[in-house]
């Protein structure tokens, strides 16, 4: 998978799991709604600048920010968007069901 369109899946899952409009997350991030689609679209990356902002008013750790940009070649887009949104949401779970969480996914069979 090109990895301007994992980085585009990963910010709109991020923007999802906040539960912001295309909008919302503009004008938070200080961008037009059409640079926050061509972003969300693979077409366009954000600056470093636009990058520490939402860093910093979503309070998100940078390296988080990239976690799409390691997905492999052929790597399927809804499984990218799957695997952002729950990371996404992970983060924001206490310790406690986090730990409830992991051991619920750890008792799914392993696919290939």
């Known amino acids: 998978m090109d990895r301007k369109i ?5 910010l709109r899952a991020i923007r ?10 503009a004008e938070l ?9 061509n972003m969300e679209r693979g077409i366009n990356l954000p600056s470093v600048e636009t990058l520490i902002r ?5 309070d998100i750790p940078l390296g988080h920010l990239f976690a799409a ?5 052929g790597t399927d887009g809804k499984r990218v968007s ?3 949104a729950l990371a996404e949401n992970a983060r924001r779970l206490t310790l406690r069901d986090l730990e409830i969480a992991l051991k619920q996914i750890e008792a799914f069979p392993k696919g290939d």
């Open 54 to 58: 939402l860093s910093d008013k979503l």
């Open 16 to 25: 999802k799991a906040q539960g912001m409009s295309q909008e919302q997350f």
């Open 29 to 37: 991030l200080d961008r037009s709604p059409d640079a926050v689609s």
């Open 6 to 10: 994992a980085f585009g899946l990963r």
């Open 69 to 73: 940009l390691d997905a492999v070649e």
């Open 82 to 84: 799957l695997e952002s």
